[in-house]
């Protein structure tokens, strides 16, 4: 299982104007590519690289650089073609998706910037790393992350990083490579149902809201369903990196049925927040009943899914 682990990063000044540097430099040059890409219009790594690698090269980026940044530029263009794919830039001859796709992509002087092992080498001992920048090879850029993170760092990253700076500070988002956790034969499920008042209820009766999450949902509201997406991504790695098991249960008629004696009505429900069962008397909050009823698929779900192991 990949996944990234975010590190901060504790230049001195002179680090800094350095890394400043690298990055608008990179930039430049990935404007210099994305616009010929546009024009050229092809926009696969191969065929950008032989247009551009000389020119994005005397720039000052070295050989290594040159490539980052090319790959880097075929790569937002693929994600763009896959976003206009999938319908999240709208139907086709919108106005915003007219807009994204009628000129190149533009990248920021300080967008993120992918480097390889050649480029960055980590001592985990001393927490330092070694980066090339346009100014010369800086050595011993302190860093520093949770203890976790760290052990992580060291145990398992592999592959590129990617050099970010988020309001005034400096960051490496490290991709690492974790080892798969078996599955173990869970002995009960926890139902979560996802809302819009309380953003997580699990059937232990624990609702979930808060100021933070819904400031993030707002902002993203656009693609409407992305909180619970990325919601749903962090449980899932999270489940994976300790072996627990995660089923995805068809969520219908959750809220309306009874999880106590299974009766459906939608009388059960006599407000949003109410459950109350119109055959057997049962009340709860409804969003925990709705749980709880997720919960219970999930043992089915499971029972259903390893059926065949057992019968193997
Ligand atoms: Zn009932």
């Not at 299974?262 to 006599?270: L, S, T």
């Amino acid at each position: 299982m990949k996944l990234v682990v975010q590190v901060r990063l504790l230049p001195t000044p002179e680090q800094v104007a350095a890394l400043k540097a690298t990055l608008r430099a990179c930039n430049d040059a990935a404007n210099f590519a994305s616009v010929t890409a546009f024009t050229a219009g092809d926009r696969r790594e191969y065929a950008l690289r032989k247009h551009t690698y000389r020119e994005v090269k005397a720039r000052g980026l070295g050989a290594q650089a040159a490539q980052q940044v090319i790959k880097k530029v075929a790569d937002a263009y693929t994600t763009l073609k896959a976003n206009a794919r999938a319908g999240n830039l709208g139907p086709q001859g919108c106005a915003r998706r007219i807009r994204a796709e009628s000129k190149p992509i533009a990248f920021r002087a300080d967008a993120a910037q992918p480097f390889d092992d050649r480029c960055l080498s980590w001592d985990h001992t001393a927490h330092t790393v070694s980066i090339w920048t346009t100014t010369g090879r800086l050595k011993k850029v302190a860093f520093t992350g949770s203890l976790d993170q760290l052990k992580m760092l060291a145990l398992y990253r592999k592959g590129e990083s990617d050099l970010v700076c988020r309001d005034g500070m400096w960051f490496l988002y490290a991709t690492c490579e974790i080892p798969d956790v078996p599955v173990t034969e869970p002995d009960g499920f926890i139902g979560v149902d996802l809302g819009i008042a309380n953003i997580a209820t699990t059937s232990d009766g624990t609702r979930h809201c808060g100021k933070g999450l819904n400031a993030v949902r707002h902002r993203n509201r656009e693609l409407r369903s992305w909180s619970f997406h990325q919601l749903g991504s962090f449980i899932a790695y999270k489940a994976a990196r300790h072996g627990v098991a995660v089923i995805h249960v068809d969520s219908a008629y959750t809220s309306q049925a009874c999880s106590a004696c299974g009766h459906v009505d939608k009388r059960n429900r006599p407000d949003q927040n109410t459950f109350s069962c119109t055959s057997c008397g049962f009340a709860e909050h409804a969003d925990v009943n709705a749980a709880r009823n997720i919960a219970s698929r999930g043992v089915a779900g499971w029972a259903v899914s390893h059926a065949a192991d057992d019968a193997a």
